[in-house]
């Protein structure tokens, strides 16, 4: 896949989407929006790719959204540009296989908006994250809102999206905001090592752990588990459910294809 603001690359059903606009942070602008959509898209439906990992190019994540985009938008206008954020960011978070944000510097706004529309993040003991969205005149307005509360509880999003200050990675992930925080210099070996892992396991049963995971928020608990079971129970229709528990009765790895 060629694109003039991201770089994807493919190995081993790993794929690496990586923001490049590292003159301006990565920050987003809509041409950039519109091919993250087209990105996740296209590795969605890729049958080859078990796991996806986001990162950045350069000293940042995102910095952000590109506020020289913004800085002049209607009310109209900037309803338009959140929603085209919305669509870009739900093909990461409602994407059939896993997605592992790689957070090597600044993520502020936007750009921790992407991480956090992510199913894991691991950061770099250097990164930053926060929400300076209020000190613009502004609210987060690509899921921020919404993500940070359900991961950090009501309290602590407010405190940190109100302020608009800037943390450390080591706070964001006492906060709950993140999985992992990793020395620098480890920080793609560790997430790698991760989707390593992940994209050695079944991968019918992880888009179906993911499904029941992500819709767990939204339903109540009779509905939850009556969703668990029904994906439980389609697993069992799957030749990698064989594979795995034949393997495992005969001591050897498991081969698993994603049928």
Same mark, same amino acid.
């Given at each position: 896949?060629e *694109?003039?603001n991201?770089?994807?690359?493919?190995?081993d059903?790993i794929? %690496?989407?990586k923001?490049?606009?590292?003159?301006?942070?990565?920050a987003?602008n809509?041409e950039?929006?519109?091919?993250?959509?087209?990105a996740?898209?296209?590795?969605n439906?890729d049958?080859t %790719?078990?796991?996806v990992v986001?990162t950045g190019?350069?000293k940042? *994540?995102v910095?952000g959204?590109?506020?020289?985009?913004?800085? &002049? =938008?209607?009310a109209?206008e +900037?309803?338009?540009?959140s !929603?085209r954020?919305?669509?870009?960011f739900? $093909?990461? @978070?409602?994407m059939?296989?896993?997605?592992?944000?790689?957070v090597?510097?600044?993520a502020?706004?936007?750009g921790?908006?992407?991480a #956090?529309?992510? &199913?894991i993040?691991?950061?770099?003991d250097r990164?930053?994250?926060? *929400?300076?969205?209020?000190? #613009?005149? %502004?609210?987060p +307005?690509?899921g921020?809102t919404?993500?940070?509360a359900?991961?950090?509880g009501? !309290?602590?999003?407010?405190?940190? %999206?109100f302020?608009?200050k $800037?943390i450390?990675?080591a @706070?964001?992930y006492?906060m709950? =905001?993140?999985?992992k925080?990793?020395?620098?210099?480890? =920080?793609m070996?560790?997430?790698?090592a991760?989707?390593?892992?992940?994209?050695?396991?079944g991968?019918?049963?992880?888009?179906?752990?993911?499904?029941?995971v992500?819709?767990?928020l939204?339903?109540?608990?009779?509905e939850?588990l009556?969703?668990?079971?029904? &994906?439980?129970g389609?697993?069992?229709a $799957?030749k990698?459910?064989?594979?795995g528990?034949?393997?495992f009765?005969?001591?050897?790895? !498991?081969?698993f $294809?994603?049928?």
């Open positions: 896949m *694109f003039k991201l770089i994807v690359d493919k190995k059903g794929a %690496i989407l923001f490049n606009r590292p003159k301006a942070l990565n987003l809509s950039t929006l519109i091919e993250l959509k087209a996740g898209e296209a590795l439906a049958k %790719i078990k796991v986001v190019e350069g940042a *994540f910095a959204a590109d506020i020289l985009e913004m800085k &002049d =938008l209607t109209l +900037g309803m338009a540009f !929603a954020g919305h669509e870009a739900a $093909t990461l @978070e409602n059939e296989k896993p997605v592992i944000a790689a090597n510097g600044f502020l706004g936007g921790f908006e992407v #956090l529309a992510c &199913d993040i691991y950061a770099s990164a930053k994250v926060g *929400f300076p969205e209020t000190t #613009l005149g %502004i609210h +307005g690509f921020g919404q993500r940070t359900k991961l950090a009501l !309290a602590k999003a407010k405190e940190l %999206i302020s608009g $800037t450390g990675a @706070e964001a006492e709950g =905001l993140l999985n925080v990793v020395p620098d210099d480890q =920080l070996a560790s997430v790698m991760l989707a390593g892992k992940i994209a050695a396991n991968p019918f049963a992880v888009r179906l752990a993911k499904e029941c992500n819709k767990s939204s339903l109540d608990n009779k939850g009556a969703l668990e079971a029904k &994906d439980f389609l697993c069992f $799957t990698d459910q064989k594979e528990m034949t393997a009765v005969e001591k050897r790895k !498991a081969t $294809t994603g049928e």
